[in-house]
């Protein structure tokens, strides 16, 4: 291959190599020809269909019209969604490293027919089995096995070693459990071939629990979604956009790179295509301004990591966090939109310390005079540009809800459909963005206005999702389907729709382009899900190992006991377990083995700790270390894909990518012990307050690892600007030094104490009781009750699910009713012992002096760096 200037020497970036991991990793890397091909290609076409069939209302309007059953339920949906998966696993990724890449050999036939046949037994013999609850025939057994063999198979050829020998351990341990080597804290009897695999594959506890539910629901549409979006243009409209409005700031592309990967992560679910699609252009111009090989690949792979962060995909696993914490998806969004963009900011801002320490500058820009605020705006535009699109179809949009609250999906649609023609005749004015050569020289960079002009309808779909989710208040998945549909009618008609605005005769061509780019992405958002529908069908393996052996609760106490109950102890510990057991695996397979292991494992240390974490921080910690996996060597995959386009060495991309990301690794904790960063129980003006405090923290915690803040840092003013970047993110911290959190009442004292709080109150308690496991042992656990209405104490207690009986000065409690809210939690205490269980403190929060007042001696602090910094300084500092 010549290079772009005629030379006739190779190019550096080994396109091929990248291609074909990204193949690998998310799409197949076979891609058979002829009537295998097309078949495949047709299996791909078929699933997508399938998946937006089932979410629309066409099979009970088919139902109606015809008399037939054509509605699929859930666990149906499920059983057909991994058939899927398993029979394109089979054909579209080889099977050994010597396989084919263009044709499919006859074991691979047998398999896929195998495992989409041990899939369909289930849906075929579904009536019988129901009636055999627990009771498995041979065929039962044989079609079970069949599934797991094919299920193991396909997780081998899609994911990899690494996941496939996480679910052999599991496995190993349901049937293995009770020999002799394992310790005896994690010794179980074990399990018998046939209960085993009922419970594995035969019911909902397994295979096809809820991990692959979400899949069939919900994710599958949004990877759908994002791969029409790609294939319509959205992609290289991004980075265009980002690079004409960055580039010219000093180490522009790699400032564009970190905000081209955020859009990217609006819809990707994979940081290796992230990595790819945007790293394919933004690290050689990265390198071409003054990165170092590694440093290029490190921003790319940081941002592409970040990007599994953002709302509302999240990669994927913002659906899964949903279920399995039972938090709606509304709130899930809103809990993680803060850090995402604090972590984002103080990317971009690490990229300007290395580009000031290089001495780089940015890029030429076309001529304007442009003000102060005005690059203020430009610069901050790629980051809080979704959180304004979703407050404008809040408050902008809401009126037309509120002044038609009868509107009809008709009059939602002609008002879509007026808003397109707008936006397509404004970009059929300006020619089409050409997907540039990463390679060619970019003398000068584009308008920021001209470029976002020319893909505001991009944008339409993305309206369409955030209206049914917060105004119309649908579930994920029909939202999803509803934002398909719009994209899907963008692909469809904008080629043709631009023709006839230009005046051109190209309309039938047009609409040519537009039905391949639909086919191309319907094929592509299907064969993206199979990695995905693989992963979520082998986690629910290790779910359903942990609900049928008790696992997450054997883990809490190795942690337990290895931390020796120190609560940092205890979160180091399960943030190097989680980036452990993420590595090498998709987002949503990650999330769900450190989900399912490691979030159990903070909610019971850490209220044996005294400290009540609510779910979704324990959720989102664990989420972000698995993510951090991505890149953490030596199985990162992001750092390899970087590595391949950079041309530089993966393991050093890799820690570096990884050093980039400490400030990633930091927001986890802060989750833990300051809550309001994921905007619990904050009002708007504080929502506000928290983001400015958590963005200059973050930065000054980016300046102190870089050792470079307006001129290099000392090392011990690195260590100040630590400490004020901490005490701005924990101010609660340097207060519990001065005066307690808590007012300790004697547990006694609770109906009285109860009684007199407001409705709609907590109350903080601290359970003493003999543990179940050891009765010498007397264990304690910090719980949080909410009373519900005002009424008298008993009554108030009764409702948040405690029965308490005064006795002897002692506040003893009954074993709660299961069911009841603290029926699962109190099972590590022994009811029936010798000693009661008691409620032995009340703790009521104490009347003290606002945290905030620790800011003032941290910007005091702050400003003596600066003072310091500036006699050295060398050069602008923004």
């Not at 509302?312 to 709606?328: D, N, Q, R, W």
């Not at 009750?785 to 003893?812: H, I």
């Not at 032995?840 to 310091?868: C, D, H, N, S, W």
Request: hydrophobic share 55%; aromatic share 10%; net charge neutral.
């Amino acid at each position: 291959m010549s290079d772009s200037n005629g030379s006739g020497t190779a190019s550096k970036r080994p396109e091929i190599d990248v291609d074909e991991l990204v193949a690998q990793v998310d799409s197949g890397a076979r891609a058979p020809t002829g009537a295998v091909g097309l078949f495949v290609v047709a299996l791909a076409f078929i699933w997508s269909t399938f998946q937006l069939y089932i979410a629309s209302g066409v099979p009970f309007w088919l139902n109606e019209v015809t008399g037939l059953n054509v509605v699929f339920n859930n666990s149906e949906a499920r059983i057909i969604h991994l058939a899927f998966a398993i029979a394109l696993a089979s054909l579209a990724y080889p099977l050994f490293r010597t396989s084919s890449r263009h044709s499919v050999p006859w074991y691979d036939w047998v398999l896929a027919i195998l495992g989409a046949g041990a899939c369909l037994y289930l849906i075929i013999n579904k009536e019988a089995i129901a009636n055999r609850a627990g009771l498995p025939t041979t065929a039962d057994l044989i079609a079970s096995t069949i599934g797991m063999l094919s299920l193991a198979l396909a997780v081998y050829r899609t994911l990899g070693l690494p996941m496939l020998i996480v679910a052999g351990v599991f496995v190993f341990y349901v049937f293995f459990g009770h020999l002799s080597f394992w310790p005896d804290a994690i010794q179980w009897k074990g399990a018998s071939f046939g209960k085993a695999m009922w419970h594995y594959w035969m019911q909902l506890e397994g295979v096809f629990g809820v991990a692959l539910g979400v899949s069939a629901s919900m994710i599958f549409l949004f990877v759908l979604f994002g791969a029409l979006l790609e294939k319509a243009g959205a992609g290289n409209y991004f980075i265009k956009l980002a690079f004409a409005l960055l580039g010219h700031l000093r180490g522009g592309p790699a400032k564009a790179a970190v905000v081209a990967s955020a859009m990217s992560g609006l819809y990707s679910g994979s940081s290796i295509a992230n990595t790819v699609t945007t790293g394919t252009f933004t690290i050689p111009l990265m390198k071409r301004t003054g990165f170092a090989p590694e440093k290029a690949g490190a921003v790319e792979v940081a941002s592409s990591t970040n990007g599994q962060l953002t709302p509302p995909v999240m990669g994927a696993a913002a659906f899964l966090i949903s279920e399995f914490t039972g938090i709606s998806y509304t709130e899930i969004i809103k809990h993680a939109l803060v850090p995402a963009l604090v972590s984002y900011i103080a990317l971009v801002y690490i990229v300007h310390l290395e580009a000031l320490k290089l001495n780089l500058k940015g890029m030429e820009k076309p001529p304007a005079h442009l003000t102060l605020i005005q690059k203020l705006i430009g610069f901050l535009t790629g980051f809080i540009g979704i959180a304004a699109l979703g407050l404008a179809v809040y408050y902008g949009l809401g009126w037309i809800k509120v002044a038609f609250p009868n509107m009809t999906v008709w009059a939602s649609t002609l008002l879509f459909a007026a808003a397109y023609l707008i936006l397509v005749f404004i970009a059929a004015k300006r020619p089409d963005l050409e997907v540039d050569d990463p390679d060619a020289p970019l003398a000068v960079l584009p308008r920021a206005n001209e470029v976002a002009l020319t893909g505001l309808h991009y944008l339409l779909p993305i309206v369409v999702l955030l209206w049914c989710i917060l105004i119309e208040r649908l579930s994920p998945a029909l939202s999803a389907f509803w934002a398909t549909v719009a994209m899907v009618s963008i692909v469809l008609t904008q080629h043709a729709l631009k023709s006839i605005f230009r005046g051109e005769a190209a309309i039938a061509t047009g609409l040519a382009q537009g039905v391949g780019d639909f086919v191309t992405g319907m094929i592509a958002g299907a064969r993206n899900m199979v990695p995905i529908g693989v992963a979520t069908g082998v986690a629910g393996v290790i779910i359903g190992t942990v609900s049928l052996t008790g696992l997450h609760q054997i883990v809490g106490e190795f942690v337990e006991f290895v931390s020796g109950g120190n609560l940092m102890v205890m979160l180091i510990l399960v943030a190097v377990m989680s980036l452990v057991l993420g590595m090498g695996l998709p987002t949503t397979a990650n999330y769900i083995v450190v989900s399912s292991l490691m979030a159990p494992v903070i909610v019971s240390v850490g209220a044996q700790s005294g400290l009540v974490v609510p779910l979704i921080a324990c959720h989102m910690f664990v989420f972000y270390f698995g993510i951090l996996a991505d890149d953490t060597p030596p199985v990162g995959l992001a750092a390899f894909a970087a590595a391949a386009i950079s041309g530089g060495d993966p393991i050093k991309t890799g820690l570096q990518g990884f050093a980039y990301d400490i400030r990633t690794a930091l927001l986890p904790f802060m989750f833990i012990f300051n809550t309001e960063i994921l905007l619990i129980d904050v009002t708007i003006a504080k929502a506000v307050f928290v983001f400015v405090i958590a963005v200059a923290a973050m930065m000054l915690f980016a300046a102190a690892t870089q050792g470079y803040f307006f001129a290099r840092s000392r090392i011990w003013e690195s260590a100040i600007l630590l400490v004020i970047a901490f005490t701005l993110l924990r101010p609660a911290f340097w207060l519990d030094f001065v005066q307690p959190p808590y007012d300790i009442r004697p547990g006694s004292d609770v109906e009285q104490i109860v009684e007199k709080l407001p409705p709609g109150a907590h109350v903080r308690l601290l359970v003493r009781g003999p543990d179940f496991d050891k009765p010498d042992k007397t264990s304690e656990l910090t719980i949080l009750a909410d009373l519900g209405p005002a009424g008298d104490g008993v009554s108030r207690l009764n409702n948040a699910g405690l029965t308490v009986l005064e006795e002897g000065g002692k506040a003893k409690l009954d074993e709660p009713m299961a069911g009841t809210s603290f029926f699962t939690k109190f099972q590590m205490f022994d009811f029936y012992g010798d000693n009661p269980v008691e409620i032995a403190e009340v703790q009521l929060e104490a009347e003290r002096m606002p945290k905030e007042i620790f800011y003032i001696p941290a910007v005091l602090l702050l400003i003596g760096v600066i003072l310091l910094q500036r006699r050295r300084q060398t050069q602008p500092a923004f």
